[in-house]
């Protein structure tokens, strides 16, 4: 986690708390059963059950109070090693209760920062055995008692499923993450619809399907008319306005299947699968009825229309580019005829029906 804005830092230091309470409470049962045989001064017990109970929340309000979030929730990680280290000592190194406070505490640093993170965490430890021992002086208790074994169980069963629990909200969250992520780079942000790329490659992939199954497939290149006069009557807010009216009429117009793409500019992109050239040709009828049809009362003297040119799959096209040219010299004849229509390249289709919502 390299983030340190002061979102993300925020997010890191909530993700933290939970599993630190839950720790620290915990790792105070072992601690304890394992510092009460040795007859540790007063204070020493005070500073454990602080460690133990108020520390978490201690650290959590310091860091979320903090300017720099991420960087105060690092510092409370290494302070969480120092302790870690200082508790080993005043323990004198039990084996099982020493060992398994300081694998976890490292398992947080190998959580949240890596290798360099577990690095420091262990010179964190060490500085903290190394103050245990000048303030208390060293020794060695070898042995591990029964009641210390139980003491530790809930450190070593319910901490990793604690710890465990975070790390699979954040595998979910930076899934969802990349998701969106993956749909950005895909869509047109003023539209929605798939950008200029996406669509091109969406069109190579169905044009390598209908050459291999031969299916029928027709796409459709759409121009708004006279768009520039628009942005310059109306302004660029406007026509902005009408790029977005007309990317809803085609996600509502077409079907589930049916891919819309702005492919830049006013001019628009159809990958119909599955769908003879009449039908797309009666599908693209009804849209360019209904966006003449729009009105809006501020601007009553806005009217929109469009040209929109149709290609039919044929076998002998050598490409998707060849198909998409056949496409845009239907575009282009259907402005040269007057605009505001529908040109099919090729003579004109059967008059198969196919079920387009209205």
Known sequence: MTDTSSGKGLSFVRRIYRPRIIGKAIGLIAAAAAVAPLQQPHWVWLLMLFNGLAWPHVAYHWARRSARPYQAELRNLQLD?????????????NPLPSLTILSMVTMNNVAAGGKPMVIRGMLAQLAGMLLSMALLGPGLQLHTSMAQVYAS???LTLYPLALGWVCYQLAIQLADHKRQLSTLSR??????????????????HKFQLSQQQQLPA??????IDHFKAINDTYGHVVGDCVLRQLSHEL??????????????GDEFCLIFPDTHEAQACQAMERLRERVAAYRNPQLPGLRISLSIGLAAFRPGLASAEDWLLVADKALYSAKHQGRD???LARGEASTLRLAYPE
């Open 218 to 223: 027709v796409i459709a290149l759409i121009d």
């Open 81 to 93: 090693s120092v302790a870690a280290g200082f508790w080993a000592a005043t323990m004198h190194f």
């Open 251 to 264: 996600q509502r117009s077409l079907r589930e299947h049916d891919k819309a793409g702005r492919y830049g």
């Open 187 to 204: 869509t047109d942000s003023l539209t929605g619809l798939l950008n200029h790329g996406s669509w091109k490659d969406l069109l190579q």
């Open 341 to 343: 229509q529908v040109n």
């Open 153 to 155: 169980l809930p450190m």
